[in-house]
């Protein structure tokens, strides 16, 4: 719907799928600001806690700062609806998507980029779309269109994917170690499946789209320039881009560029040159791949660069290990924690709980620059997520293995797919810390340079082939299939044929890179590490929940001061208890069996008189249970008064005697020897 709210921006466009609502608006400058040489685009997601009745949690009780969910559904717009803004568009342009209702079943997402196309194609911003979205499971051998949230934890597949009428543009996706054959299918299922939602917008936008602004003609000191560099700089472009490594390649073509700049003087020659520069490199670069099969370091296109994999390189980490593929590396550290380290996350659907962490930093350094060091960016929180979906598949469940996991990746050099490296690291790291991982995991980039009909698909691409080329293809997973599969494409689409070239590739680089990390660690190891702590699990009736937490929680937090152990209990009666020690988890589990024992009769027992009556002792024995020494039992000789033998505090030793009518314990003392804890009744015998 359209032309009732947000009716001063470019394009407003109301999406609904069920009870899920978004609000997409699009709005452009009419100039752009002098001197750019880029293509200012912001797609900015967000969620109202409102959408789904809810009141934000915390101490400011309104939305802050935009959650995981919303920077990475911010990412999966921006990325299919940025290739197709015309070349040369340089308008500041925002697309923002707002999530009104939620039915708690139809995820969002989808409906934000069907929306945000629709409101880009009304706008009349020069916008070569429309394009859809859909989401695909797959279950039983068969394709599901857009899986209720409900029914995503029964399906091997969670893929997300973007379009045109003629082609794939993006797809992002978590898989169970699927096949080729069947993540391909699922592309091409959810491309058909979505071309009524372009039909719609295409009819949408013949009622109501304004007229496409008009681009200024390309000048005729555009091509004078263009061709003046061509002649000038692309023999020495040529000879900058043969040497193999990176520092020293990028002085070269720095120096070229200079080059370059001279030879106009001229300021608004200049202005264009500069933005002329990059396609002179990415014909340099592309034309020599499509001629020779030769690319920048030497390599032909399938093959890997050299792999070095290390483990257990820092002695106190619960496991480590640094993944070299040629000139990119990341140093992966993986810690075990508690069931008290899970990341509570609180979304539109619900709080729910994380037990999985892999968080991914990219330094300046990596690339040889100095630079802000600061929170996480957009980049660093999608490339973290995407090696997460290709190890997330892999893990134990809770219940075999009842350990917090949390990776940290730190890209130490970068060159080329620092994710992909992530991926390997991850899996070394994890299986060098004990966890046992159902297959070892890697993950592999590929590329593509592609001019009219003639086209070269790439194995592990640099980052030169990745800024120059015109696909991003990351592939994921094991031996036996895929886990994680994300494609960006820079032009309009590719073709079917071209996707299963690139993923049969990418498989065999996928197979090449896990037989070189198996040089280091073939499989987890046996048990954790010594510096991780260990984890025992026992269970205990649901009604002695509350008497192992006390009252306000004074029982739990006395037997964690005292023996050093963390304790985390269910309410199914499942209780963990973790140390570092193994004396610290005993202790634990013993005072944790002491208290949801039942007294047996004829056992003795310490206790602690809690309360004096003229008829006897109340004594605290066995956790939180009493019972009753009656003034008979406190002394063989007769006793006149209950404080002439016991007070409030004392430590006595107790027999059970027996139960009352009502169920109470009844204790005897002077059948125990107070100070040995003999049983005097059995001596006497």
């Known amino acids: 719907e359209t032309g009732k709210v947000a009716r001063q921006a470019d394009g407003a466009v109301m999406a609904t799928m069920g009870e899920t609502t978004v609000l997409c608006t699009a709005v452009y400058a009419r100039q752009p600001k002098p001197g750019i040489d880029f293509f200012p685009l912001t797609v900015n997601y967000q969620e109202k806690t409102f959408a789904a009745g809810k009141i934000p949690g915390g101490f400011f009780k309104r939305e802050g700062r935009p959650t995981e969910k919303e920077v990475l559904t911010s990412r999966l717009i921006d990325r299919p609806i940025r290739p197709l803004f015309v070349k040369g568009f340089k308008n500041e342009t925002q697309v923002v998507c707002t999530v009104l209702s939620h039915d708690l079943e139809n995820d969002p997402d989808v409906v934000a980029m069907i929306g945000a196309s629709a409101a880009l194609t009304i ?138 700049m001279a030879l106009f003087e001229d300021a608004a020659d200049k202005d264009l040159a500069k933005g002329l520069m990059k396609g002179i490199e990415a014909d340099v670069v592309r034309g020599a791949i499509l001629k020779t099969g030769q690319r920048i370091d030497g390599r032909d296109t399938k093959t890997v660069r050299p792999i070095v994999s290390e483990v257990g390189i820092l002695p106190r980490a619960h496991g480590s290990a640094l993944f070299t593929r040629g000139e990119t590396q990341a140093l992966a550290v993986a810690t075990l924690g508690t069931g008290q380290d899970e990341q509570i996350i609180d979304a539109l659907e619900g709080e729910y709980r994380e037990n999985f962490m892999l968080h991914y930093n990219f330094p300046p350094y990596s690339v040889g620059e100095a630079g802000r060091m600061g929170s996480p960016g957009r980049r660093e929180i999608g490339h973290g997520k995407l090696a997460w979906r290709a190890v997330r598949p892999l893990l134990p469940s809770k219940e075999a293995f009842p350990y917090t996991i949390r990776v940290v990746s730190e890209v130490t050099e970068s060159n080329g797919s620092s994710s992909m490296a992530t991926v390997c690291g991850t899996s070394l790291s994890l299986m060098d810390a004990g966890v046992p991982l159902s297959s070892p995991v890697a993950g592999i980039a590929m590329g593509l340079i592609k001019e009219g009909d003639d086209y070269a698909v790439l194995s592990d691409i640099l980052g030169d082939e990745d800024h120059l080329g015109d696909m991003d293809f990351k592939v994921a997973g094991t031996e036996n299939g895929i886990t994680s599969l994300q494609m960006d494409i820079k032009i309009t689409s590719i073709t079917e044929e071209i996707m299963k070239i690139a993923l049969d590739q990418a498989k065999d680089g996928r197979v090449h890179i896990l037989g070189e990390m198996s040089k280091a660690l073939t499989s987890s190891r046996e048990g954790v590490s010594e510096n991780a702590p260990r984890i025992t699990t026992i269970s205990v009736p649901t009604d002695k929940i509350r008497e192992i937490i006390g009252p306000g929680g004074k029982m739990i937090r006395e037997i964690c001061e005292t023996t050093g152990a963390k304790i985390d209990i269910d309410d199914d009666g499942t209780v963990k208890v973790a140390a570092v020690d193994t004396a610290s988890t005993e202790a634990a589990l013993e005072r944790i069996r002491y208290i949801v024992a039942e007294p047996e009769v004829g056992v003795i027992y310490n206790g602690k008189v809690v309360k004096t009556v003229d008829f006897g002792a109340f004594v605290n024995f066995l956790g939180a249970k009493d019972g009753l020494v009656h003034i008979s039992e406190l002394k063989s000789e007769r006793v006149g008064k209950t404080t002439d033998v016991v007070n409030v505090g004392d430590e006595v030793k107790v027999k059970v005697l027996g139960f009352d009518d009502r169920g109470k314990v009844k204790l005897s003392m002077k059948v125990v020897d107070q100070e040995t804890g003999a049983d005097l009744s059995e001596a006497e015998a």
């Not at 979205?133 to 893929?159: F, H, M, T, W």
């Open 123 to 260: 706008s009349g911003v020069p916008f070569l779309g429309p394009i859809a979205a859909c989401r695909v499971g797959y279950k039983d051998g068969e394709y599901i269109l857009n899986p209720r949230q409900s029914d995503l934890p029964d399906s091997d597949l969670d893929l997300m994917l973007a379009g045109t009428q003629e082609g794939v543009l993006m797809v992002e996706s978590m898989a169970s170690e699927l096949s080729e054959e069947i993540m391909l299918g699922a592309v091409s299922f959810g491309h058909k499946a979505f071309q009524p939602v372009i039909d719609a917008i295409i009819d949408l936008a013949e009622d109501c789209a304004k007229e496409p602004m008009d681009l200024p003609a390309e000048s005729e000191d555009l091509g004078r320039v263009r061709d003046a560099l061509k002649a000038g700089i692309s023999a020495d472009m040529t000879k900058a881009y043969a040497e193999p490594n990176k520092t020293q390649r990028q002085q070269n073509v720095s120096v070229v560029r200079e080059k370059g």
